[in-house]
């Protein structure tokens, strides 16, 4: 068994119409013994920007901390708040820097961007465990589900869904692909990120 | 080990690897990174040089990205094309662009095609193939156009048609059928688009779509999906679901500042000296 599916755990992001929604399952286990169903693998780095981190869960914790170091030093050096696309390449770098020892994550970030024009844009990312970018314009997935919440994202997804439309999207992908995933699912959270506000719900799941 | 400085160190940084080998002893296998299994190619023709790629990324067998862009940017009039690790190719070419720049605005001259294969293949070697980027490199110099292939070890060749990836020989096929000096730029173009369609179509390392970069002594032009033979049909039903169907148990609103504007207290703020 590889070292990713240790600990379980996968996370989905979406895009749709000026929002984008980012979920992931809640299950913590030590390889089939689940130990917590509440465990927090997506985290918000800003207001608009949230990752999600699948894989071991000790570098969950870890990366999670590099992250908020890291973003803490750009916010005061740059007096502004990060943007994704930053993000998603400050997490890249980190991931890359450490090349030949990798972190065993492999991240997913979702956000609102702002066009130089002002107006708010969708964002999401996703990069492998040693920082390849992926920047999709439909979903990104992660996690020991990937596999299947490839089909089942590939499926369901539709361009433009309204944020009330994409949480449902994104919700029925993230359930019926962890039931079908031994070391994903024990409840699943969903945060849907519009220009003004975030709402964040946590699914009722199977619990086997 | 924890650095202390605030400010980290440039270059790769070592310490996971205990605890890493520790685990992989143990019996856990080190994960799949995302690899550009790929048709990259390239040749010469009459005004200058035409790259071409694929744009499918894997991670084992699984597609990771439908339509990545894997002719990298070195200069304004030199570009690279990458395959093997994604992660590989896209820093590597990524820092020696950011060396070229460096090294232009010392020399004060423009940039040429043998100094970046040259900064390419030093750093390669040095990391004795560990470091997996297999490099197409082309461009117009001062001296005329260049093309190369760059192999993860170091190695080097100059050639006037070069196809490297996963797909290289579907694609050397079609170029050594096709290939002739002093092509015009639609006859290479259509040569190019040509090799690469013979590894999206018979390579399962590569597919999607078929990007080419044409980069003449005046001119860079990049043809991003130049030609899509792989467009989805359109979904023949609407999957959406009924609001309401998922079921949850907690939800939390969190609204977020949009606006803020900052109104200026006129008194009240200055220095009282009475």
Known sequence: ?208 | MSKASVYSSPGFDFSNLVRNNFLHEKGLPLPKATSTGTTIVGCVYKDGIVLGADTRATEGDIVADKNCEKIHYITESIRCCGAGTAADTEFTTALISSNMELHTLQSGRKPRVVTAMTMLKQMLFRYQGHVGAALVLGGVDATGPHLFTIHPHGSTDKLPYVTMGSGSLAAMAVFESGWQPNMDRDQALNLVKAAIAAGIFNDLGSGSNVDACVITASSTEMLRNVEMPNVRVQKERDYKFRRGTTAWKKEEVRSLITEESVTLLTGGDEMDTS
């Open chain 1, 1 to 208: 068994m590889s070292i990713m599916d240790h600990n379980g755990g996968s996370v989905i992001a979406m895009v749709g119409k000026d929002c984008v929604a980012i979920a992931a399952d809640m299950r913590l286990g030590n390889q089939a013994l689940g130990i917590s169903s509440n465990f927090q693998r997506v985290f918000p780095v800003t207001d608009r920007i949230f990752v999600g981190l699948p894989g071991l869960a000790s570098d969950v914790a870890t990366l999670h901390e590099r992250f908020r170091y890291r973003v803490n030093m750009y916010t005061i050096k740059e007096g502004r708040e990060i943007e994704p696309e930053t993000f998603a390449h400050l997490v890249s770098s980190t991931l890359y820097e450490h090349r030949f020892g990798p972190y065993f994550i492999e991240p997913v970030m979702a956000g609102i961007s702002k066009t130089p024009t002002g107006k708010t844009k969708p964002f999401i990312a996703a990069t492998d465990l040693i920082g390849c970018l992926n920047f999709a314009k439909d979903f990104v997935v992660a996690g020991t589900a990937s596999t299947k919440l490839y089909g089942v994202a590939e499926g369901l997804w539709e361009p433009d869904l309204e944020p009330e439309d994409l949480f449902e999207t994104i919700s029925q992908t993230m359930l019926n692909a962890v039931d079908r995933d031994a070391f994903s699912g024990w409840g699943a959270v969903v945060h849907v990120i519009t220009k003004d506000k975030v709402i964040t719900r946590a699914l009722k799941g199977r619990m086997d």
